[in-house]
């Protein structure tokens, strides 16, 4: 899917998942174990992974409210 939806209960995260394919080109980023569902994935597997690398790379939202919408 280009755009998949991560269901938070304070705003579902909108996660343009082609557009991070395309600029990061590493599946691996993500995807320790090959693509497909992310074993774990949840609340601080999330922030540790999408917040961590938006605040690494100074570039993407590190905000509640940027990635949950409600
Ligand atoms: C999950 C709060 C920042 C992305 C959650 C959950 C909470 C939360 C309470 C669990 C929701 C549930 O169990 O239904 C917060 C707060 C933030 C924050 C208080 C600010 C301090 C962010 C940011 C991002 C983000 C900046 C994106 C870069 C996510 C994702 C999930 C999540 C992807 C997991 C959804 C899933 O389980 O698939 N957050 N969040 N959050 N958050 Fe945040
Ligand atoms: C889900 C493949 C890169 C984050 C998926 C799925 C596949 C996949 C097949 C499950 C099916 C779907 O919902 O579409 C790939 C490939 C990549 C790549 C081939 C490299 C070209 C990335 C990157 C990130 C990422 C770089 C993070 C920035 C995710 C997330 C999910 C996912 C969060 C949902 C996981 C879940 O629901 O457990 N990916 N992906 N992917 N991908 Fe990727
Ligand atoms: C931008 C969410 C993981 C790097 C964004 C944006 C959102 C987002 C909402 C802003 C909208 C956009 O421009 O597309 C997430 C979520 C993640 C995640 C929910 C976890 C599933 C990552 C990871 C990296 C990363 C792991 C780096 C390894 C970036 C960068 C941008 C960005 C560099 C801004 C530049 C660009 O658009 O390419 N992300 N992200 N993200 N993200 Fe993430």
Request: hydrophobic content about 20%; charged content about 35%; aromatic content about 2%.
């Amino acid at each position: 899917a280009d755009t998949i939806s991560l269901p938070a209960k304070n705003g579902n995260v909108t996660f343009e998942h082609k557009k991070h394919q395309e600029s990061l080109k590493d599946c691996k980023a993500c995807h320790e174990k090959g693509p497909g569902k992310i074993e774990g994935f949840g609340k601080d597997a999330a922030h540790k992974l999408c917040k961590g690398c938006h605040e690494t790379k100074k570039a993407g939202p590190t905000k509640c409210g940027e990635c949950h919408k409600k």
